[in-house]
């Protein structure tokens, strides 16, 4: 028996069993360490799938909650409010954006940033202009609209039917683009990395390619920086590296640092397109949400820390590489910033998650981006000590799977 009032097996008695959490249920965190309800501590380089960007409990973001939450905490969006205000001001500040819309998720950015597309080209071309073209293998969010344009088609099946006017072609291949676009196009929608899908960075050339074919085809780009953005190439949004300026733009995730919010960024041009009364969310710029928000933005655009992304992830790949030259486990390592995947090779395909599980054995919380890849996304401000610890207790953890794998 759980000497705690609930724990895991709560879990399988009161919750819907769409998530299968790991044993372990954490209780606190403080920077990039998290202790469970045993005691036991974990080093995170998950960062709740690329949300804590300034780790758990930034003192900072803690006192921005604490004083809005005596202030105001809801008006809905019958009233605006002064961080939603101030919120928006600094992302169009740092952005090639004019006009932002705020909601609580990046599905539900997503959703806007489509509906948008679609609006923009009805109102501006007609109502056959009403394509959108994805990627394979790309993600956008859960909603039926965002599962539809997602590229992975095990997230739709028993959901049909879904929307319809949504085509998938290879990621990085210009061509296949060339084929599929049409005047029929209203939207090109590309992560410029792919994170669930494995952690693929676009190539340069290619999303350069990309927007001129958006451009020939009177189609807007839509960026989804909802796992790429916020500081976690390097760059305060990943389009900034390519330099291509997306038309609308998709963000989440490290927004609010672990405080649910959205955002679609975009020209006050394409904007006009989503006018009164067209679109909404209750929540969406809610005080508490974009006065942490604000917080998260003004310390990631405060130098040096942008600078210092790329610095953390040559210690990262410096560390995998040496895993990697010792146990030979991995065919590529590959990504941006604090985005990083480590693709397996072939011997060790299909069982990411066993190595997941090692690394938890030994205190140490990662991601797996598919069957075939461990996915790295940590705090932005993770102290090297601990990227050294947990690579420390990452080799630990690969070197039981190999033996386990060897023995077996
Ligand atoms: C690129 C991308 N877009 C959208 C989403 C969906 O975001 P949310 O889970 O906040 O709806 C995710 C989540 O993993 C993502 O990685």
Not at 60 to 89: D, G, M, R
Not at 279 to 286: D, I, R, V
Not at 385 to 396: P, W
Request: aromatic share 8%; net charge negative; proline share 5%.
């Amino acid at each position: 028996m759980s000497k705690h009032p609930v724990n895991r097996s709560t879990f399988d008695q009161v919750m819907v069993p769409n998530y299968a959490p790991q044993a372990m249920v954490p209780v606190r965190g403080e920077g990039s360490r998290i202790w469970d309800q045993e005691g036991k501590e974990y080093l995170d380089f998950a960062g709740g799938i690329a949300v804590n960007a300034l780790g758990h409990c930034h003192p900072a973001l803690v006192s921005a909650l604490k004083k809005q939450s005596e202030e105001l905490w809801h008006l809905s969006n019958i009233y605006t409010n002064e961080p939603a205000l101030e919120l928006a001001q600094a992302l169009t500040d740092h952005t090639f954006a004019e006009k932002v819309f705020f909601c609580n998720s990046g599905g539900e950015a997503n959703e806007a940033a489509f509906k948008l597309a679609r609006k923009y080209a009805y109102d501006n071309f007609g109502p056959e202009k009403n394509e959108i073209v994805s990627f394979y293998q790309s993600f956008h969010g859960r909603t039926l609209f965002t599962v539809t344009v997602g590229g992975q088609k095990k997230y739709c099946e028993g959901f049909e039917p879904v929307p319809g006017g949504v085509l998938h072609t290879n990621y990085n291949d210009l061509e296949a683009l060339k084929a599929i676009i049409s005047d029929r196009t209203c939207a090109v929608v590309i992560e410029p990395i792919q994170g669930e899908g494995g952690v693929i960075p676009a190539d340069p050339e290619f999303m350069k390619g990309v927007r001129k074919l958006c451009d020939q085809n009177n189609a807007l780009l839509v960026f989804d920086e909802v796992q790429s953005g916020m500081g976690r190439t390097g760059e305060l949004f990943a389009y900034m590296g390519f330099d291509v300026t997306p038309d609308i733009l998709t963000s989440a995730k490290s927004l609010g640092g672990g405080f649910p919010i959205g955002a679609m960024l975009t020209t006050s041009k394409i904007a006009e397109s989503l006018g009164f009364g067209t679109h909404g969310s209750t929540y969406g710029g809610n005080p508490l949400a974009c006065a942490v928000a604000l917080e998260v933005i003004n310390i990631i655009t405060a130098p040096p820390l942008l600078d210092n992304v790329s610095k953390k992830h040559d210690r990262f790949r410096k560390h995998l590489d040496a895993i990697n030259s010792q146990y030979g486990i991995f065919a590529e390592v590959r990504g941006k910033g604090l985005l990083i995947g480590a693709e397996l090779v072939e011997k060790y395909h299909g069982k990411a998650k066993g190595f997941l599980a090692a690394a938890a054995d030994e205190g140490l919380m990662m991601l797996v981006a598919g069957p075939n890849v461990l996915r790295f996304a940590p705090s932005l401000i993770i102290p090297d000590d601990d990227i050294d610890e947990g690579m420390a207790r990452l080799e630990r953890a690969v070197a039981k799977v190999v033996s386990a794998e060897q023995q077996g």
